[in-house]
């Protein structure tokens, strides 16, 4: 798991980024609020974020909020680490778009339950992601019957790209997911229906007036 870590005290920070490497991460160390929404913000940028609250420049509740502000299809999932510990701080630090918290100084079992938890919820994410790119990609392979169709005058067949002619029926099918069931329109019952019935009847009128 790709995380980032922004923390300017230096101790916190060393001691934070050995013990995710540890655990197997691959680190990206930023200092400051600044930085670490910079890092954020570029092409690839890390899922999971451990932002330290208390920041020069730029604290991590303001980086929250811009990066909430942020139109993307995997967002990051953020976990602030504060020294702060009254509800009404943690409360104004979920209002800004934090996904998580763990106080300071940490304990290494729960910020390793904690980031454990964001990244099943950022593969969730990726993996849903990765679905709606499929369906996208699906959706752009078919074949959308619009433009120019050359249909014949007599018999009305469709001639397709390969010049080949086919009935509207089969021109469609092949396309799309689209299924037919025939039935006649009411100007066809009485141009064409009604006169068949109509000479069936006579002709079978006219059958038994010979009988």
């Not at 899922?47 to 991590?60: F, N, Q, S, T, V």
């Not at 942020?70 to 979920?94: C, M, N, R, W």
Request: glycine share 4%.
């Amino acid at each position: 798991m790709r995380i980032l870590i922004a923390e300017d005290e230096r101790v916190s920070r060393r001691l934070l980024e050995t013990t995710l490497r540890k655990w197997g991460n691959e680190v990206i160390v930023t200092c400051d609020g600044t930085e670490a929404l910079e890092v954020l913000q570029g092409e690839d940028s890390p899922k999971l974020a451990i932002i330290d609250w208390m920041m020069p420049e730029m604290d991590g509740v303001t980086v929250c909020r811009e990066v909430r502000q942020q139109v993307s299809v995997d967002p990051v999932y953020i976990i602030l680490l504060t020294a702060l510990g009254k509800k009404e701080d943690i409360v104004e630090g979920f209002k800004a778009g934090a996904d998580d918290y763990i106080t300071k100084p940490f304990n290494h079992q729960e910020l390793k339950a904690r980031v454990q938890a964001g990244a099943r919820i950022v593969e969730l994410q990726y993996n849903l992601s990765e679905r709606i790119k499929e369906l996208e990609a699906a959706f752009r392979q078919v074949t959308q019957l619009e433009g120019m169709l050359p249909i014949c005058s007599y018999c009305k067949k469709v001639r397709g790209d390969d010049n080949y002619w086919q009935q509207v029926e089969q021109y469609v099918t092949d396309r799309t997911d689209a299924k037919f069931s025939h039935s006649v329109c009411p100007d066809c019952e009485e141009k064409f229906v009604k006169p068949q019935f109509e000479k069936v009847a006579k002709e079978l009128a006219a059958t038994k007036q010979e009988d």
